[in-house]
């Protein structure tokens, strides 16, 4: 096979990338590298790599030693952050009548466990003030950039596509330079910390909804169900468990879950961990 000049031993086509490596930009951003689908993560590696003058992945580990502001930018890249408020609207319709019907409760913990810049969290928090129940919302993610903008509560209107006007007025107060802040009643309810699904132990208290949206996309078949087994852990009997639309659960019973709508599942089973 002809081999690409700018290609290292080891890298002679992005498919081929050593273990090796990716073990060692594991260990150098603290991430947990092999979950995630490989022909995506290397593509997204090299692209990084490359737009800075770096031809090979063992090189991009070398200069992340010595660079931890080019590690916590890399980290950003490979976390695709892509969201927005009441993301696939069918989907919260009936994420509203689960919570009415399938698990009425008077006060509502709530999970956003991959909570980007916090559409999510602020959408969940919303749906509970609409229906009139009391709730507090936990977001994480695993990138600390995304967190510290949606910390801040400012968004700008082009953000706010498809929220209609008056759940923006109510959910947001308008700044002076024209861009929107978070009203205190809404962004008291949400607390956001860093967290990894992957790496990071779980919160040790049990939520009654937990929305993990667009992220199990990205990890390994075997990541995706240990990572939904220990969503299920953390949920309390009957508690719901909102995925992405694309996320279905081929078999839901083996976790303890009834399908309430697809992507939304209960708990069924008495908690196991
Ligand atoms: C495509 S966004 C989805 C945001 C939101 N849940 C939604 O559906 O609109 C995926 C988010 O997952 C986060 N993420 C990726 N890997 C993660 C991990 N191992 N643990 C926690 N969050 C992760 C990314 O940082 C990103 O903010």
Redesign the pocket.
Known sequence: MKQQPNRRLGETEEGEVTEQVIADLAAVLKMDLAAYKRPQLVRRLFGFARARGIDSLAELARRLRQDAAMGERLRHHL??????FF?DPAYWQALKTAVTQESPRAHWEVW?????TG??PLSLAWLFYELGLPSQVLA????ES?LQHARTGVWREDDLEGVPSFVRHQLFEPLPDGRLRVREAFSAAIEYRR????KDPYPNRRFHLI?C???LI?FREADRLRVVQRLVDCLDDQGLLFL?STEVLLNPGMFGLATVFPSIYRKTKGVSG
């Open positions: 976390t695709i952050h892509v969201t927005s993301r956003s466990a991959a909570a980007s559409a999510e994480t993610d695993v990138d995304v967290l990894d699904l992957l929305a949206r667009n992220v990205y992405g």
